[in-house]
């Protein structure tokens, strides 16, 4: 039997063997707003994509090569683990080859449950449950009873068994040891509520004593109380009996019939408790988050501390320190303390949980906390917080996707981000990243450059190759790849100052300090050093007492459905259904999509959705209204010669002129669009849904939006974020804009053009963590260059090339 030889393998156009698929080929690729893409990435590099915000970057990456890739691995499982995973529909592309195993780490923030925290979502804390269950002493029991997640229960009774056939009953007694703080269950803190936020105690039910939202009149919610038969809903709350106050406010959960339907009946605090109050603040509707911040008050858990543990868990320790102790300690100190323990019998564990922390500090995180709520983190540490569990991997061979992963970087970390890359690169793997710094960009092995514009002005390939050839390439991020802001020569004088005295929130430490009022202000620092501390936990508390209102536009991402889009969102839609009502003298409610005007057919959804199970689920365009999403009647009423629909269509630019003037006029629904086409949002579609929209876009929607409050004081959380260099320009002109208005700008950010083009820099550090929370420089940028007393004043000198 003779051995095949290498030369005997089938032959290709490119050459035999394994060795051809060296490229991920992309052919006709349609996803949102891409024309028909086609381009070839090479495998076991590192490629970046660039292109103004809403180019079609993350269309390219993500929906198409990452989605394609997931969806594959995905259909090697059976159909009955494929019916627990989420359901991928195959991208709008042609071709797709040479794909590998995609891994993606996005921007997306982790989750905002109360009880996730740094420790709970990288296996830390799990590692030093078991740690504390071999070694601490006094021993208390399994890893369980180390975890704020797992209560203590127990429990007895008889149980009825077949032996020998026959029927025996014999007593059984369970018990869990948990960690868990009986007290705040887990949260570390609690909560008191103000009973007169929640009822009018002069009135009745009848006459609609309850205020809580959504307890409306007439709502199940209402009737649930009016209807019990508990209370009296004619008798003014205050003149209830003691048993009636105590079966409205604290009643036991109770399933009864009320109004003819079988319903849950319990108290309305720990119903309150149930619906509100156990989920993240942030992710509550902005109007039941104002009845939270208005109507409960949460303190430190008086019995565990705010550790979140039961008092058995904190009584057991390692070297005099418990489990609570250890995860309140900065990351970098815990790694030290970790490494000075020596256990023979617990080494494999020691030296995971070492190499674990040691990633955290290499990545720059070894400021944070593994009790650090995992709510709280930035886009950008929540991004390299994913990023960890990588590091250490052995697989090769794989396409790590990262969505701009400088975000909430300062230029000196930067740095240490690319070498992570490069090294995931060097293992021998394709690493894929989108990406506007320059920085980030320079290394580069090849440049894919999408454009020209955004939106529908996009989503084709501009450029493909080096860096050198897009520098050359006349492209407009080629153009701006160099672009370097000068320093102010000039700088506007203030009109007065905020000052912000003893603050102490996080790692400040007792920081005094001067805001000056009437021109923009740069705070900026190293990652972790207490920007965001200074400016949303002290300023908008010191501010309440001046005339000057403060708002505060934070990197919370702006939520939507395939429903909400840019006139929803921001508000738009109300004088537009309005005009459009006077117009035609009908109501406002047949101009939303959402309520009367909705097509019956879709739901005002515009598709029909067909779900397939666990296959991908199957989308096809309403025929009643042809994706117009409006009941055909609505579509009969006009406002300027256009129905809603066509409105609904227009771009922020045409939408600006057409409300403008003429019989359209509309001064509300002009405003908004102004402050849209301000952001640099004027390619957008009025209708489109907010769920294709890319980070940056999403980013300067919410800017638009909170524009309109009024304020003496704007707080703007890195701006930049999902910016293009060219988009850069127009963020600045709009903050010179807002400041020659007559307000203060206070900007948080790292991006030297920003930095360049302040009146005022406050900068923190001169570390992170405990390393940082001190003003290492106060002064105008010109300053800071001169004096390059810091990391920040040296990484600007070098931008500016002083």
């Known amino acids: 039997m003779s051995k095949a030889k290498r030369g005997d393998q089938p032959s290709s156009p490119g050459g035999g063997g394994a060795d051809t698929h060296d490229v991920i080929r992309v052919h006709g690729a349609r996803e949102n707003n891409l024309k028909d893409v086609a381009v070839e990435i090479p495998k076991r590099r590192l490629t970046v ?78 590692m030093l449950r078991i740690l504390f269950s071999r070694l601490g002493q006094p021993h208390i029991g399994s890893p369980k009873a180390y975890s704020f997640n797992v209560p203590s229960i ?209 990545i720059g995180l070894g400021y944070l906390s593994l009790d650090r709520p995992s709510g709280t983190l930035s886009g950008g540490e929540a991004q390299r917080v994913k990023m960890i569990r990588h590091l250490g991997s052995s697989l090769t061979d794989v396409t790590y996707v990262f969505d701009e992963p400088t975000i909430g970087l300062h230029p000196h970390d930067i740095q240490r981000m690319n070498e992570l890359l490069l090294r995931l690169r060097d293992k021998g793997n394709t690493v894929l990243v989108v990406e506007h710094k320059p920085e980030a960009i320079a290394i580069a092995d090849h440049v894919v450059d999408l454009g020209p514009g955004a939106g529908s002005a996009g989503g084709t390939v501009c450029f493909e190759g080096t860096v050198d050839g897009l520098r050359r390439s006349g492209t407009v991020t080629g153009r701006h790849l ?30 005094d300090v001067d805001i000056p009022l009437g021109v923009l202000v740069v705070v900026t620092g190293v990652a972790g050093s207490g920007k965001s501390s200074l400016l949303h936990g002290s300023l908008p508390k010191q501010s309440e007492a001046t005339a000057a209102g403060v708002v505060s536009v934070d990197q919370t991402p702006i939520r939507g459905s395939r429903r909400s889009n840019p006139a929803t969102y921001s508000g738009l839609l109300e004088p537009i259904r309005k005009a459009f009502a006077k117009a035609n003298g009908v109501k406002p409610a047949l101009f939303s999509s959402n309520s009367e005007g909705a097509c019956p057919n879709c739901n005002g959804a515009g598709v029909i959705y067909t779900d397939l199970g666990m296959m991908a689920t199957v989308s096809s365009v309403c025929e009643e209204c042809d994706g117009k ?17 066509e409105v609904l269509a227009m771009s922020v630019t045409e939408a600006e002129q057409f409300f403008a003037s ?48 009024k304020g003496g004081v704007y707080i703007l959380d890195e701006p930049t974020t999902g910016l293009h260099l060219a988009d850069v320009e127009q963020l600045l002109g709009l903050l010179d804009r807002i400041v020659d208005s007559g307000k203060s700008v206070v900007v948080i950010e790292h991006h030297q053009a920003v930095m360049a083009h302040a009146d005022w820099i406050v900068d923190l550090g001169p570390g992170a963590g405990h390393d940082g929370g001190r003003v290492v420089f106060e002064g105008t940028p010109a300053d800071l260059v001169a004096a390059r007393s810091t990391l920040t004043g040296e990484h600007l000198a070098s931008y500016v090339g002083a």
């Not at 000052?499 to 790692?507: D, F, K, W």
Request: charged share 25%; net charge neutral.
């Open 49 to 126: 994509f660039t292109g103004v915000s809403g180019s079609g970057k993350s269309s390219l990456v993500f929906d198409t090569i990452a989605a394609e890739s997931q969806r594959l691995i995905n259909e090697t499982y059976s159909a009955f683990v494929q019916g627990f995973m989420p359901t991928l529909a195959r991208p709008d592309v042609d071709v797709l080859e040479g794909l590998t195993t995609a891994i993606l780490v996005d921007q997306q923030r982790m989750g905002g449950d109360p009880r996730s925290t740094v420790g709970t979502a990288t296996d830390a804390n799990a």
């Open 154 to 362: 127990s429990g007895a009774g008889a149980v009825t068994l077949e032996r020998g056939g026959k029927q025996v009953k014999e007593r059984r007694s369970f018990s869990i040891t948990g960690g868990m703080c009986p007290r705040c269950e887990g949260r570390g803190s609690v909560s008191d509520i103000d009973l007169t936020q929640l009822f009018d105690d002069s009135k009745s039910l009848a006459e609609g004593a309850l205020t809580v939202p959504g307890y409306t009149p007439g709502g199940w919610n209402y009737r649930l109380y009016a209807a019990s038969g508990f209370v009296d809903e004619d008798k003014p709350i205050r003149k209830y009996t003691k048993k009636e106050r105590n079966d409205f406010l604290y009643h036991e959960p109770v399933r009864m019939k009320i109004a003819g339907i079988n319903m849950t009946y319990e108290g309305l605090v720990p119903r309150i408790q149930k619906s509100m109050l156990s989920k993240d603040q942030d992710s509550l509707q902005p109007h039941i988050r104002a009845f939270v911040d208005r109507a409960v008050t949460f303190a430190v858990c008086p019995e565990c501390g705010g550790s979140r543990l039961s008092e058995a868990a904190r009584s057991s320790k390692i070297d005099g320190r418990s489990i609570g102790d250890v995860c309140a300690m900065q990351i970098s100190d815990l790694a030290a303390w970790v490494r000075g323990l020596d256990e023979p019998s617990v080494a494999p564990l020691l030296e995971s949980l070492r190499a674990l922390l040691d990633s955290f500090v290499e």
């Open 482 to 511: 160099d672009d370097r802001a000068a320093v102010k020569e000039k700088v506007r004088e203030p009109s007065g100052t905020l000052p912000i005295r003893g603050a102490s929130t996080n790692n400040l430490r007792d920081v």
């Open 629 to 645: 999403r409006f009941d055909s009647s609505v579509l009969d009423y006009h406002l300027g010669g256009r129905d809603i629909s």
């Open 662 to 709: 003429g019989e359209a006029k509309t001064p509300a629904a002009h405003a908004i669009l102004a402050r849209l086409a301000d952001v640099g949002l004027g390619y957008l579609t009025l209708g489109q849904p907010l769920t294709t929209l890319s980070g940056g876009e999403r980013q300067r929607l919410k800017l638009a939006t909170q524009m309109a409050e």
